[in-house]
């Protein structure tokens, strides 16, 4: 208990702590300008035909809130590329269906790589293991001087989890000086299939201590805020801070014992057009 207690003690530090960062640079910022991450970039070039590339690396430290399940840290390679409306970006590839001069239509593939076993923790032990997966969908992003506004419906290709996620969320990309800083928040909406395959336990899987549980469909509220610098020439460093703010769904499973999942993106990428 007393571990539980100092673990919700130190989300609600880490989210009052986000929430005012948040909220101090979308005070500071004079106006919304076009997002200078790199699939940002990349998303603006695929309009315009032609091609180009993107290559870098960074790291991602993720905290999904399993029992006894330590922090993840998993370095990544980066590529970004374009020809015509055909992309990739980092993980996803996709083709750009429609844009305009305030939106992009896309339609995407992307993996899932939430995942878990039980040589993870001595708490999960006797549970079966949670395998990444790739995802189908689509994306509709809106932009003008307003903001951005993007949304996207996505579902499980390789029918491990059955899933369907519905994702919406707001950012503001703002201008600091040489830093592009970019607040958000947004929220996710995961279907009871979803959940139940990364958070339930089946009957076989139950032990004292560890009940069976079949969560429902899930709304995940989230909040993030992202940086972005021109390190001069073609590098630009890049980076993303998000906590999301589990539902009860999956809040009450016996198999996470925090509140939340926390996320920090740390990256570079060399842009073979000069900047």
């Not at 995802?135 to 809106?142: E, F, P, R």
Request: net charge positive.
């Amino acid at each position: 208990m007393p571990d539980i207690t100092l673990r919700q003690s130190s989300e609600r530090k880490f989210l009052t702590a986000l929430l005012m960062l948040v909220a101090c640079m979308c005070a500071s910022g004079v106006q919304a300008e076009a997002g200078d991450a790199p699939q940002d970039q990349l998303a603006q070039a695929a309009t315009r035909g032609g091609s180009s590339w993107m290559l870098g690396g960074g790291l991602v430290a993720a905290d999904r809130g399993y029992v006894g399940y330590q922090r993840e840290i998993t370095p990544i390679p980066l590529i970004f590329y374009h020809r015509g409306r055909f992309f990739f970006a980092g993980f996803s590839a996709g083709y750009m269906a429609s844009h305009g001069r305030h939106y992009r239509f896309s339609l995407v593939v992307k993996p899932r790589i939430n995942r878990l076993s039980a040589s993870d923790s001595p708490q999960l032990v006797g549970i079966q293991s949670r395998r990444w997966s790739m995802d189908g969908g689509a994306n509709l992003d809106l932009f003008g001087g307003w903001g951005q506004l993007a949304t996207g419906v996505s579902h499980d290709l390789l029918n491990r989890n059955n899933g369907t996620e519905l994702t919406a969320g707001y950012r503001y990309p703002v201008r600091l000086q040489t830093w592009t800083v970019t607040p958000e928040l947004g929220a996710q909406w995961q279907n009871a299939s979803l959940t139940g395959y990364y958070y339930g336990v089946s009957a076989a899987e139950a032990i004292p201590g560890r009940p069976a549980y079949s969560p429902g469909a899930a709304l995940n509220p989230y909040i993030g805020i992202g940086l972005s610098k021109s390190l001069g020439g073609h590098w630009r460093f890049f980076s993303r801070l998000q906590y999301t703010r589990y539902a009860s769904a999956i809040r009450n499973s016996p198999l996470v014992d925090r509140s939340g999942s926390r996320l920090l993106f740390i990256g570079f990428v060399y842009n073979t057009a000069r900047q």
